[in-house]
């Protein structure tokens, strides 16, 4: 059994609640196909959203539209920093697997931009 940390960002269209929870389910739906893990791996997972995002919190979006009500979920508002992209949902998963593989981060629509280089 490894623990890998598996990180993902996804950009929210708007600061409402069906925006944010949508967007999230997204990105954590996105990470589960593209390193294969079940919601029984997660370990916990911490979220940030950008200071401009309010409206909902996203481990709503896990625990109410995808089942996640074993995990250990925290949230928390991004730091403003000048300059940074905003309306923007970001997650770290702490996942116990058999450890195939490296990780695989995702970033969705202009989360790209955080790390172009994935």
Do not use: K
Request: aromatic share 4%.
């Amino acid at each position: 059994m490894a623990i890998r940390g598996i990180r993902g960002a996804n950009e929210v269209a708007a600061n409402t609640e069906e925006a944010i929870l949508t967007a999230t389910a997204d990105l954590l739906i996105a990470l589960q196909q593209a390193n294969g893990f079940s919601v029984r791996d997660v370990v916990s997972s911490i979220f940030t959203l950008t200071p401009d995002l309010d409206a909902a919190f996203p481990a709503r979006a896990a625990r109410e539209m995808l089942g996640w009500t074993d995990t250990p979920l925290l949230c928390a508002v991004e730091i403003a920093v000048p300059g940074a992209p905003g309306r923007l949902v970001r997650v770290l998963l702490t996942v116990a697997d058999d450890g195939a593989g490296p990780a695989h981060h995702v970033y969705l629509r202009g989360a790209g931009a955080l790390r172009p280089d994935r």
